[in-house]
Structure formats: C-alpha cells, structure tokens
Nanobody, 122 residues
Framework: QVQLLESGGGLVQAGGSLRLSCAASGRTFSRYAMGWFRQAPGKEREFVAA????????GYADSVKGRFTVSRDNAKNTVFLQMNSLKPEDTAAYYCASNLAYSSSAASYDYWGQGTQVTVSS
C-alpha cells in the first residue's frame, strides 16, 4: 500500500508560480507511475499531468501544457508539479495519485493523497 501526502498549495496572484510536492511512503515508489489531478468546486476531477515510473513518459492536459512541469525524484520518494503563469481558472484542490501503469485516467489510479488547495487570484 502507498500513502501519499501533498504539500505546497496556497494563494497566489495570477501570473505567479507554485511548486507542489507529493511525498510517498513505502520502499516501492519507483514501481509506480504518478499522476496529478485537480478538482474545482462543482466540477469533476480532471487530469493535469502524469509521469511514468522511470520519468521517461510524461503527459499534460492541454490546459496546462507549457505552464506546468511534472518531475519525480525516486531517491526521495517524491513527485513534483511546478506551476508557472498561473491563471484564476487553475484554482482547485490538487491531488497526486499512484498507479502501477502510466495513465491519464483518474479511474486507473489506486492510491490518492488528501489534496492541497491552490487558489489563484485575479
């Protein structure tokens, strides 16, 4: 079983940056692909970014492509989401998730963190 803990959320002005971290427990972090998802009030959870277990395969939602960067440090059991040029529409709770196979579908992920709130003011 994998436990995930996100951090790094907060309030930022439009155009600003935040870096989210997701720390995973356990000794098998490198076996898991990792995904970032977000959910705004009244909306469904949506895919943001994903990274394969070795970091070679990476994917982004069109809405964040060119602004967000996902990376991982397997030695530190941590995955990151660098968010630049933030927009008010990026406001949401952000969740990291783990899965044995790389996927952009939330339904594929087995383990989820509790989420961290990102609020972008205009």
């Amino acid at each position: 079983q994998v436990q995930l803990l996100e951090s790094g959320g907060g309030l930022v002005q439009a155009g600003g940056s935040l870096r989210l971290s997701c720390a995973a427990s356990g000794r098998t972090f490198s076996r898991y692909a990792m995904g970032w998802f977000r959910q705004a009030p009244g909306k469904e959870r949506e895919f943001v970014a994903a990274i394969s277990r070795n970091g070679i395969t990476i994917g982004y939602a069109d809405s964040v492509k060119g602004r967000f960067t996902v990376s991982r440090d397997n030695a530190k059991n941590t995955v990151f989401l660098q968010m630049n040029s933030l927009k008010p529409e990026d406001t949401a709770a952000y969740y990291c998730a783990s899965n044995l196979a790389y996927s952009s579908s939330a339904a594929s992920y087995d383990y989820w963190g509790q989420g961290t709130q990102v609020t972008v003011s205009s």
